[in-house]
């Protein structure tokens, strides 16, 4: 019995440069995610969205790191709270900025249960700039970081769910735009990166397996962090910073459906999505049907054999 599935949509924008992916739960809702998951034989129960924490009493409302506060330490309480049901949660967003609190629950109860923690990050950017590298500013571009330890962080999370992520178990794949100060902190700190030159060159298959076996290896819990941009804008426009080369339709659903064959993905983000720059709501349809995959949804069985 597959566990029961939790979403839980959190409609935060703050942390990104562009407005609109605070809609990004509803989208997703309305091109009938609940309803795939339930044709696939899942119990599934959708818990709405998160409420932020309240600012603090002298914070200033317009302060975006407070704000981005609220809502990571909100969505932490309720990430553990999901892992501790037993659930399969998905978490909707929403800017990648709520990763930080959506990892950070699953960190603390994988930490409770003795079990690694992976996380793999599908994404144009790297999001490990910090508040010191950052040209931006902007904290979607940083949970990645924030979840490997790197200072800088204090206050976003209570100190009870800052369980850092060891780096040498966060994947970054599909990467195709970093800055410098990323640069030279994902290679000091070891972060595997599979940039786009690597996946021409290899291919996801063999890049994918090599993850998927590390997981496997010491009976891993692996998160998966979806941002839209990991996919190319071709096919999923709906993105604030879209990076031309992305993943291919086919690329994402063979990851997907490596990973459900896998057994080891037990956590999922689904971020990014603005629905203002759709095209008729077909980058939450590619969103629902990658799910799809990750989940189950196949054409055919293919039993393991040799070609």
């Keep these: ?32 995610l609940v309803d795939t998951l339930e044709e696939l034989g899942f ?11 309240p600012l603090p009493a002298d914070a200033d409302p317009k302060d975006r790191r407070a704000q981005i506060a609220g809502w990571c330490h909100a969505l932490a309480e309720r990430s553990y709270g ?65 979840l490997c330890g790197e200072e800088g962080f204090d206050g976003i999370v209570p100190d009870a ?49 090599r993850i998927i076996e590390k997981v496997q290896a010491v009976g891993g819990h692996l998160h998966v962090s979806l941002d839209i941009d990991f996919l190319d804008p071709s096919f999923a426009p709906a993105v604030g910073t879209a990076v031309p080369g992305g993943a291919t339709y086919r690329e994402a659903h063979l990851i997907m459906e490596m990973l459900h064959d896998a057994g080891v993905v037990g956590s999922l983000d689904i971020v990014e999505l603005n629905p203002i720059l759709d095209e008729r ?17 196949r054409i055919l069985d293919h039993p393991t054999r040799s070609l």
């Excluded at 566990?3 to 989208?27: C, E, F, N, R, T």
């Excluded at 119990?43 to 924490?53: A, E, I, M, N, Q």
């Excluded at 603390?108 to 790297?126: M, N, T």
């Excluded at 980058?283 to 799809?292: G, I």
């Design 161 to 209: 769910y800052r369980t850092p992520v060891d780096p040498t178990r966060v994947h970054l794949f599909g990467i195709r735009s970093l800055d410098q100060g990323e640069r030279v902190l994902l290679r000091a700190r070891g972060v595997d990166v599979a940039d786009m030159r690597l996946i021409d060159e290899y291919g996801v298959a063999a890049l994918m397996r």
């Design 1 to 32: 019995m597959p566990p029961p599935i939790q979403l839980l949509g959190v409609p935060v924008d703050v942390g990104a440069g562009q407005k609109g992916a605070s809609m990004g739960p509803a989208a997703l809702r309305l091109v009938g």
């Design 43 to 53: 119990s599934v129960r959708d818990l709405g969205d998160v409420t932020p924490k």
């Design 82 to 146: 999901m892992m501790r049901d037993g659930a399969f949660p998905i978490f909707l967003g929403g800017d990648h900025s709520l990763s930080i609190g959506s990892v950070s629950g699953v960190a603390r109860h994988c930490a409770e249960q003795g079990r690694p923690l992976f996380v793999l990050w599908l994404d144009a950017h790297g999001d490990f700039n910090t508040p010191s590298t950052s040209p931006s500013g902007n904290i979607h571009g940083m949970p990645a970081a924030f």
């Design 281 to 297: 709501g077909k980058s939450a349809h590619a969103l629902v049907d990658l799910v799809a995959s990750l989940l189950g949804r």
